[in-house]
């Protein structure tokens, strides 16, 4: 009963690096999304995915990568991470259809980018 | 204009108050509406829908006002545990992808 979880859950990195925030989820849900969480700008979608293999962009996607080859993965990627990165990194799943767009959030990516 | 609005608070309030939040949404073609609860370093959990007539969920009210393009939530009986930020929630029709207000957080007092 893992629902989604999130790896890791707190991240120190250095400007440049590239990092990598894993996202999985045992519900077989068709969507996925990224969001960043950060004062005074609420929760911001980055990327979301329909279903395997499909991605698309959000609100905020520049400086990040996604790729969904299965469909409980979706993975994050900052390139080359930079301190505007710092930020707390939410993944949620949800299922299409009537009255099930709910979302259900993973317990979140705390990134410190020095 | 931020297409969801909330007053971020704080709100106080002692326990056995009841509070209300409002937030506004600028997309009239908005079709789904939700509160979500976010308490301190933890992810966003679903509060409660809030449909078209009004819903209730025990100490839990929402409204929905397409006219004015507001919804409300109120806590009647208020509980330390109710202490958390609310986030309001609107679904534009694009998928399923959810657009989040910036939260209003309230804190219960003993």
């Known amino acids: 009963d893992a629902g989604i979880t999130q790896s890791p859950r707190y991240k120190i990195t250095e400007t440049g690096r590239q990092v990598t925030l894993m996202c999985h989820q045992t519900?077989?849900?068709?969507?996925m999304f990224w969001y960043r969480q950060d004062l005074g700008h609420g929760l911001r979608l980055i990327y979301y995915?329909?279903?395997?293999?499909?991605?698309d962009k959000g609100e905020v996607p520049d400086g990040y990568v996604v790729s969904r080859s299965k469909t409980e993965n979706f993975p994050l990627t900052l390139e080359s991470a930079t301190r505007s990165q710092t930020s707390v990194y939410f993944c949620?799943?949800?299922?299409?259809?009537?009255?099930?767009?709910?979302?259900?959030f993973g317990p979140g990516t705390r990134l410190l980018v020095l | 204009r931020k297409e969801v609005e909330q007053d971020p608070g704080p709100f106080n309030v002692p326990e056995g108050a009841t509070v209300a939040f409002n937030c506004t949404y600028s997309?009239?073609?908005?079709?789904?509406f939700f509160w979500y609860r976010q308490d301190c370093r933890k992810e966003p959990k679903l509060l409660m829908s809030?449909?078209?007539s009004g819903n209730e969920d025990g100490r839990f009210t929402a409204q929905l006002n397409r006219a004015s393009q507001y919804i409300s939530l109120l806590i009647r009986d208020s509980k330390l545990s109710d202490s958390a930020t609310y986030l309001c929630?609107?679904?534009?029709?694009?998928?399923?992808?959810?657009?989040f207000g910036g939260g209003t957080r309230l804190m219960v007092k003993p």
């Open positions: 949620a799943s949800s299922e299409f259809g009537l009255e099930v767009e709910t979302q259900y």
């Open positions: 519900w077989s849900h068709s969507y």
């Open positions: 995915s329909a279903a395997a293999d499909i991605t």
């Open positions: 997309n009239s073609a908005s079709q789904s």
């Open positions: 809030v449909y078209s």
């Open positions: 929630v609107v679904n534009n029709n694009a998928g399923n992808m959810l657009t």
